[in-house]
Nanobody, 126 residues
Framework: QVQLAESGGGLVQAGGSLKLSCASS????????MGWFRQPPGKEREFVAG????????DYADSVKGRFTISRDNAKNTVYLQMNSLKPEDTAVYYC???????????????????WGQGTQVTVSS
């Protein structure tokens, strides 16, 4: 069983930055591809970014390319999401997730992920 815990959310003005962290309790963290998703108010959960087990493969939603950066530190069992140039439309609850099946490919569908954190709120004011 893998437990994930997000942190780093908050309120920020448009154009600002936040860095989210997701800490894992499991010893198998380094073998999983990891993803970040978000759920804006009243909308479906959507893929934001993902990273393979080694950190060498990354993928991003078009809406965040060039602004967000995903990274991981397997020694710390932690995945990060650096968010720059934030926009009001980035307001959402952000979730991290672990894919125990695929380690070398980033999946972009929430159904492909097996473990989820509780989420952290990010609010961007205009």
């Amino acid at each position: 069983q893998v437990q994930l815990a997000e942190s780093g959310g908050g309120l920020v003005q448009a154009g600002g930055s936040l860095k989210l962290s997701c800490a894992s309790s499991g010893r198998t963290f380094s073998s999983y591809a990891m993803g970040w998703f978000r759920q804006p108010p009243g909308k479906e959960r959507e893929f934001v970014a993902g990273v393979t087990w080694s950190g060498g493969g990354k993928d991003y939603a078009d809406s965040v390319k060039g602004r967000f950066t995903i990274s991981r530190d397997n020694a710390k069992n932690t995945v990060y999401l650096q968010m720059n140039s934030l926009k009001p439309e980035d307001t959402a609850v952000y979730y991290c997730a672990a894919d125990r099946v695929r380690s070398t490919v980033v999946a972009g569908t929430s159904g492909d992920y097996d473990y989820w954190g509780q989420g952290t709120q990010v609010t961007v004011s205009s």
